[in-house]
């Protein structure tokens, strides 16, 4: 089932997410929606805050890098309880673009390598070290259930210069070709 995505604004998207437990009812419901919502918005990633679940699940398919990045033709992956415990490597900035904030690209500063643990939808531990796209993509995401959004992470001018459009997005006022919910 195709969800709607939760847009800048919606309050949500800024809470701190809380850990679950395999008992969470709906889970593997939740993680085939959320897969079935992120690839009709052409997504790469998605994090259960965008779907109106402040609780840290969030997933990623990074097959559409895999032109350009062959390693990532079989990178389809779910994250519960993510912890990164470091962050390392030279920051490395890129353009990131968000579900929850359709329309808007700018370039983020990140660091190129991360290590993080988590569990995977049947609850097995992993403690992984990640770099390039994969580590931006897993700090994009681990974002949203810390309740943080790329924007936050532009300057002054940029944000002063988006703010008609994070108004409007607030609203509902904007293009996206999947449902939003503001
Ligand atoms: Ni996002």
């Known amino acids: 089932m195709i969800l709607p995505v939760t847009v800048y604004g919606n309050p949500v998207l800024r809470k701190v997410a809380q850990d679950i437990t395999p008992e969470y009812e709906g889970l593997a419901d939740l993680i085939k929606n959320m897969f079935d919502t992120m690839y009709f918005a052409e997504g790469i990633g ?20 895999a032109e350009e990045f062959p390693e990532y033709q079989d990178f389809k992956k779910v994250f519960i309880n993510a912890q990164i415990l470091e962050r390392s490597g030279e920051p490395v900035s890129d353009e990131e673009g968000c579900l929850s904030l359709p329309g808007i690209r700018e370039k983020v500063e990140r660091p190129d390598k991360i290590r993080i643990t988590y569990v995977d939808e049947n609850f097995v531990k992993y403690d992984e070290v990640y770099e390039g796209w994969a580590a931006r993509v897993i700090q994009h995401e681990y974002d949203h259930i810390d ?12 944000r002063r210069l988006l703010k008609g459009r994070l108004t409007a997005i607030s609203k509902g006022k904007v293009e996206a070709k999947y449902r939003i919910r503001t």
């Open 46 to 65: 998605l994090a259960a805050p965008q779907v109106g679940k402040p609780i840290r699940i969030f997933m990623m398919d990074l097959s559409p890098l």
């Open 147 to 158: 309740g943080k959004l790329f924007i936050d992470y532009i300057s002054p001018l940029r």
